[in-house]
């Protein structure tokens, strides 16, 4: 297994544009997770799956923001009518149910937006 | 979840032991600790987490106090490569169900010096 995958790693968009980022999780972790993370702070939730369900969102999340993770396996993120305040990595995560109740998560390298 | 204090930064000679502190003085029982780390432009990585026991493994030791209300994050012999911001992190064990996010704060920057 390669481990988490992003894509792209970098994105350069205009206010006001649309933007989408993909997440490619381990491929038999059934949680996802989607953090932002601006510079010189550490990553903030954005929204978590359990398989194909969105079990829970941020209030970060606005309604511009939107996750799906269709078949329980990759993910997207859309950011729609981006503002310069979009400006972050954009990190993803993925982790598999422990009988421990232990919550690993394994994380992307990440996407980072440049909104101009 | 519990809240985590932690200086912000910190130096190490390389190839000396790297001892990190962090303060969960509100930590409840059923309470994990993890450790993660973040190379600068890198995705955060996984070290280690603990419950109540001391725990090691080729990373790093974990070292938890007797009444559980801080830890210390060992890195035996620090090497360059080790220079990052180190995240301490207390998280509520769960089974099912939502409300799985960790809540990270700012770490401590630890640079490694040759």
């Known amino acids: 297994d390669t481990g988490v995958s992003q894509d792209p790693r970098h994105k350069i968009t205009k206010r006001g544009q649309n933007v989408t980022f993909r997440c490619d999780p381990i491929?038999?972790?059934?949680?996802l997770y989607w953090y932002r993370q601006t510079l010189g702070q550490g990553p903030e939730f954005l929204t978590y799956?359990?398989?194909?369900?969105?079990?829970?969102k941020s209030r970060l999340l606005s309604d511009r923001f939107s996750a799906e993770r269709p078949k329980g396996s990759f993910s997207t993120l859309e950011i729609q009518r981006t503002e310069q305040g979009d400006s972050a990595m954009y990190l993803c995560?993925?982790?598999?149910?422990?009988?421990?109740?232990?919550?690993?998560?394994?994380f992307g390298a990440g996407s980072r937006l440049t909104v101009l | 979840d519990a809240k985590t204090t932690q200086p912000t930064s910190m130096d190490c000679a390389e190839g000396r032991a790297a001892n990190l502190p962090c303060n969960h003085s509100?930590?409840?029982?059923?309470?994990?600790v993890y450790w993660y780390r973040q190379i600068h432009s890198q995705g955060p990585q996984y070290i280690i987490h603990?419950?109540?026991?001391?725990e090691t493994n080729e990373m790093a030791s974990l070292i938890i106090t007797e009444d559980r209300k801080s830890s210390t994050l060992i890195l035996p012999h620090a090497t360059l490569r080790d220079t990052a911001v180190y995240y301490c992190?207390?998280?509520?064990?769960?089974?099912?169900?939502?409300?799985?996010?960790?809540?990270w704060g700012l770490g401590t920057s630890l640079a490694v010096n040759p």
């Open positions: 995560a993925s982790s598999l149910t422990s009988p421990t109740g232990a919550n690993v998560l394994t």
């Open positions: 491929s038999e972790h059934n949680r």
């Open positions: 799956f359990q398989n194909e369900a969105q079990l829970e």
């Open positions: 509100t930590i409840s029982g059923n309470e994990y």
């Open positions: 603990g419950l109540k026991n001391n």
């Open positions: 992190i207390v998280r509520v064990a769960s089974y099912a169900g939502n409300n799985r996010k960790l809540i």
